[in-house]
């Protein structure tokens, strides 16, 4: 070091690269025998870590030690193969190659102009997956629709909410407005809603049907009433597979509705939309040609890692025009010329990774039938489950079981389906989840991991299997009848 000025070099690069691939690779090889979940207190792992910065370079080796000995124990292993909590975050070999090469070369995509390939990759990414899925072509941006990668689904909900408060502001107020979404719509719809600036009562809560999907007719007279009652409604949120059960609101009823009402309908497929590029799931998106906006994950179930959410919209300027300024430091002739897209003006930020790589390694890597064949498999482990909890006296389903999610809760009730996923979990060799439905505790049990096979999904039956008590306790068999 002594006099040289340079911090940067590329010396080490190669090998500390090397070792950093390695790694990864090694971690990935050992996900069949981590224990899933930590087993840690809060503070435990900062407590092992310095307090202070250091002054003075480290070697890149002591830095991977101490992911093994620090980081790791502190980890819920997202990747683990008896990972069926929530709903998967999958990634895979090209997804993570994708990320690599981002990092390498750390564009910023913010305009079309401060890198051109950055946008067009991204756009011609989105329009490819317009036909994969099967989506309406008023997303395409030939039709003055378009699609753009978000940082998460929450993300999309709020820039669609943005959009559409702008457009309903032309003629109303904005304490004047009204949303709609169901109790089982995600989070970030009441999020959103805040951060756009909407109270806490502006946000319509729709009832649900006996499916937990939205029952059209009642959004139907609460419209009519808020109309009546002065208000001006303004969005719907519909849900193509909700996050606590994997409900389906009725697109084609609730687009109607949109349209007479001339509301704004975003349709959240977060997790459900993947499902599309199988031609024979097409049913998750029946209705969709009614949105104005539409996003999915494909962090979720197409092997992308987080962060990756694939959001549309008709009619691309209601977009832009909500969340476009311009100072003058971002004046250039391309955008001024209006031949370009400047993805700025279609999220919340003004700087943006170059996602897309990613997603176009694993697009490439595996093609659209690799991907068929991926999430075909998991709905195959998912019957197999479906099969054996049915056929089980002591299981029952909480929720219709769709896609590769089960909502089920043991028959005895909310205390010992409680104890039963505390149970479970407490092996660390699988992770599931939990949720509510109509009162009842319910366990969720999503199959989408990257490398879940058929024997983890074995074990996790032969888990429950052992610990779930019998259907009838000693007591209520005894228990005097008639
Ligand atoms: C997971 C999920 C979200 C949130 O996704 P993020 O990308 O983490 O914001 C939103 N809606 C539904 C239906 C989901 O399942």
Redo the contacts with the bound molecule.
């Keep these: 070091m002594g006099d040289d000025p340079r911090v940067v070099t590329s010396s080490g690069f190669r090998s500390d690269g090397a070792s950093a691939l390695e790694w990864v690779a090694d971690y990935l090889e050992g996900l069949d025998q981590v224990a899933v979940s930590p087993s840690v207190a809060p503070g435990d792992i900062a407590a092992r870590l310095p307090a202070h910065a250091p002054e003075e370079p480290e070697p890149f080796d002591t830095i991977l030690a101490d992911l093994d000995r620090i980081v790791v124990p502190g980890l819920t292993h997202w990747q683990a193969p008896g990972f069926f909590a929530?709903?998967p975050a999958s990634s895979s070999p090209p997804s993570v190659l994708g990320e690599l090469v981002s990092a390498g070369l750390a564009v910023n995509g913010m305009l079309w102009s401060t890198s051109p390939a950055c946008t067009e990759l991204e756009m011609v990414v989105l329009e490819w997956l317009v036909e994969l899925l099967g989506l309406p072509d008023q997303f395409r941006f030939a039709n003055g629709g378009g699609g753009v990668i978000e940082?998460?689904?929450?993300?999309?909900?709020l820039c669609a909410l943005v959009a559409a408060r702008e457009r309903a502001l032309r003629g109303a107020t904005l304490d004047r407005l009204t949303l709609y979404g169901t109790s089982e719509?995600?989070?970030?719809l009441p999020k959103g809603a805040k951060i756009a600036g909407f109270a806490h009562d502006q946000l319509r809560r729709v009832p649900v049907l006996d499916d937990f999907s939205m029952d059209p007719s009642a959004l139907s007279r609460m419209v009519a009433d808020d109309r009546a009652a002065g208000f001006v409604p303004c969005f719907v949120l519909a849900?193509?597979?909700?996050?606590s059960s994997m409900a389906f609101d009725p697109l084609e009823q609730v687009g109607a509705i949109c349209r007479e009402e001339g509301m704004w309908l975003h349709v959240?497929?977060?997790?459900?939309g993947s499902a599309a590029i199988c031609p024979e799931l097409r049913a998750v998106h029946q209705g969709v040609e009614l949105a104005d906006s539409y996003?999915f994950?494909p962090?979720?179930w197409l092997l992308t890692n987080?962060?990756c959410?694939c959001f549309y919209v008709r009619d691309r300027n209601a977009l832009t025009d909500a969340l476009s300024v311009t100072p003058e430091y971002l004046r250039n002739a391309a955008t001024a010329s209006g031949s370009v897209v400047d993805y700025r003006d279609w999220q919340v930020p003004l700087g943006r990774r170059f996602r897309a790589l990613k997603l176009w390694f694993v697009l490439r890597t595996y093609g659209a039938e690799g991907l068929r064949r991926h999430l075909r498999h998991h709905l195959s482990l998912t019957e197999k489950l479906r099969e054996r909890l049915e056929a089980d006296g002591r299981f029952s389903f909480c929720a219709p079981p769709a896609l590769d999610l089960l909502c089920f809760a043991h028959v005895t009730g909310n205390a010992a389906t409680e104890r039963l996923l505390r149970d479970v979990n407490d092996t660390r060799r699988v992770l599931l989840s939990h949720t509510v439905l109509a009162g009842r505790y319910t366990i969720r049990c999503a199959v989408g991991g990257a490398w879940t096979e058929e024997r983890h999904v074995d074990e996790l039956w032969e888990l429950l299997d052992r610990l779930a008590p019998p259907a009838a306790t000693a007591v209520a068999q005894v228990a005097p009848v008639g």
Excluded: E, I, L, V
């Design positions: 929530y709903f940082d998460s689904a929450s993300s999309a909900t719509a995600h989070s970030s849900t193509s597979g909700t996050t959240d497929a977060a997790m459900a996003a994950n962090h979720k987080f962060d959410t």
